[in-house]
């Protein structure tokens, strides 16, 4: 560079990026770590196995972790600087500050899963305050984790930008998730049926939403290995019912396949 | 200055102060502002009567406001900037966030005041995103306030650090508060048994907690105009029971001096 206003562009473009995670990085998170490389001087990339947005009975515990093939995946895909801090360091004893959200934390995986969303909500306001980002980057599988992060983000004023990134897939459909590790020979197989559904609805031709969660329902019916455990057509702007004036739905759903919970969902226009 | 360290010393010194008042400045907030003024080099106060920390039936419409002089006095004390926003500025629709402090905010005043730690916690973690300060400085008098503030940072790692203040008195004893406005002027003389119980027993030679209590509770059951809601002795540094270790001891009360509600404390040491 040899101009001075191309220098001062330059150093403006000072933005920190930060991915969080839980590790075992699959393409979806590199997916975000490539894409906060694009648009930030340095990016940061966090992994942690948040304890409290897990439930009794959950898989924190068995929850998959390979912290030095972590490393390199992402430090590969552009992370300037991992941060891995141990339980003991974000929640010494005596923490008791919880974030919540009132209503939208209630829904969908949040109904499902009591609590969680106030774990996700709790470590993310620390994370933000810890690294300080200009942006932050999450994916669109979980959904309803990135409306939520991004409503206590407006809400609190964190002066923080949430870009998220598509859903990224396997060659078959199958969202990537580090809960696919979980998954034995014929299970992987028959997961492919949760994309399948979810397309085929969207595909289908209608928007109302009993049509939509009425297809992919009987889709999976027919899916011995698969336990389907709620599919829902909401508001993709509320996570609200839909109504008149929805412009985009939100279908979304868990489902067991053999003992591994996985969720899914993908969004249509209305 | 003519020294390149001597500038780089000023220059570094750029921390941000933050002083969050309700506003109806008195000389407790003021002093806030002055010692922020000492140690910063710019000075933020915030005026908002927060409607999410008064309970349903409380002074929130009625709190005295009075900006053009708040505006004066704050300058006049060395704030460089205001910040006093609309409600709908703070809680747009839609909001919905609380930040929370299991335990911690259930005793003492909120045990009185459902909610009203929710409230206070909620719109400082807004504050503290938007202003950004490094140094955040709040009174003594509102002793429990003050603590949950500083859980919610380190639990939440904001980087501001609370600089806790004296309370400022009145010459007869009683402490600053914007709701002394509210006293007549039977009552405002009624109201200096509130710091004199207070002192006495402090300076009654035990620190037993029931004993300091009972002098308390003796002191002020003699005067007619005045209802104890409660008086408490609790270890300074948890809240929780008076115990073998606790170092310091915060006596602290609510009581009704005709309809107002006043609080104060003092800290003694076991």
């Known amino acids: 560079m040899r101009g001075a206003e191309e220098m001062r562009a330059f150093v403006a473009r000072r933005a920190f990026g930060l991915v969080p995670t839980m590790g075992y990085l699959h393409e979806g998170h590199l997916s975000l770590v490539r894409r ?24 924190f515990g068995r929850y998959p972790r390979d912290p030095k093939r972590d490393a390199a995946l992402a430090k590969e895909a552009g992370a300037d600087a991992l941060f891995m801090p141990e339980v003991v360091e974000l929640y010494p004893e ?15 995986e949040g109904a499902a899963r009591p609590g969680h969303f106030a774990g996700v909500a709790t470590v993310l306001a620390k994370l933000l305050n810890i690294v300080g980002p200009e942006r932050m980057y999450m994916g669109q599988k979980d959904a309803q984790q990135a409306f939520l992060v991004g409503h206590m983000i407006r809400d609190l004023n964190f002066p923080t930008r949430l870009v998220v990134c598509p859903t990224v897939r396997e060659p078959d459909g199958l969202a990537m998730s580090s809960r696919n590790a979980y998954l034995g020979e014929e299970e992987r197989i028959a997961a492919t049926a949760i994309p ?6 969207r595909d289908a031709g209608s928007t109302e939403p009993e049509a939509l969660e009425e297809t992919v329902r009987e889709a999976l019916t027919s899916e011995p290995l698969i336990a389907l455990e709620y599919v829902s057509a909401n508001d993709a702007a509320t996570l609200g019912p839909v109504e008149p004036k929805t412009g985009e739905i939100l279908l979304s759903l868990a489902a067991r396949v053999g003992k591994t919970r996985l969720i ?7």
């Not at 940061?44 to 304890?51: A, C, E, K, L, R």
């Open 36 to 59: 906060a490389r694009e648009e930030c001087a340095a990016v940061v990339v966090s992994i942690f196995v948040n304890p409290l947005q897990f439930g009794p009975g959950e898989d």
């Open 94 to 108: 005596g923490f008791a500050t919880e974030v919540r959200l009132r209503g939208v934390e209630d829904v969908l």
């Open 196 to 201: 399948r559904a979810l397309f085929a609805a």
């Open 264 to 270: 899914d969902n993908v969004v249509t226009k209305r």
